[in-house]
């Protein structure tokens, strides 16, 4: 069984950085595609950043130009690296890899913007 482990959340001022991390239990080398999702309190959850195995990047219109996904293949990690952080980014961040037709999530990690 694939394990996804978010870290780097936390509780951070209107206009800070955060960068969350997400390792994977196995090679993230040849995966289809990896994302960030969040979700806020009573909110559907959606997609903010997505990386595919090309390089290709998408991003939520509400976070361009201040969310940049980036992955590390040696560590077998994926990052999301915030900045210019707005309470509206206050959620839940999860990550999401593909490998093949399979998609895994990590538990998530609490980001809070205060204003």
């Known amino acids: 069984q694939v394990q996804l482990v978010e870290s780097g959340g936390g509780l951070v001022q209107a206009g800070g950085s955060l960068r969350l991390s997400c390792v994977a239990s196995?090679?993230?080398?040849?995966?289809?595609?990896m994302g960030w999702y969040r979700q806020a309190p009573g909110k559907q959850r959606e997609l903010v950043a997505a990386?595919?195995?090309?390089?290709?990047?998408n991003y939520a219109d509400s976070v361009k130009g201040r969310f940049t996904i980036s992955r590390d293949n040696a560590k077998n990690t994926v990052y999301l690296q915030m900045n210019s952080l707005k309470p509206e980014d206050t959620a839940v961040y999860y990550c999401n890899v593909q490998w093949g037709w399979s998609a895994y999530w990590g538990r998530g990690t609490q980001v809070t913007v205060s204003s």
């Open positions: 990386l595919t195995s090309g390089g290709t990047t």
């Open positions: 196995r090679s993230i080398f040849s995966t289809n595609a």
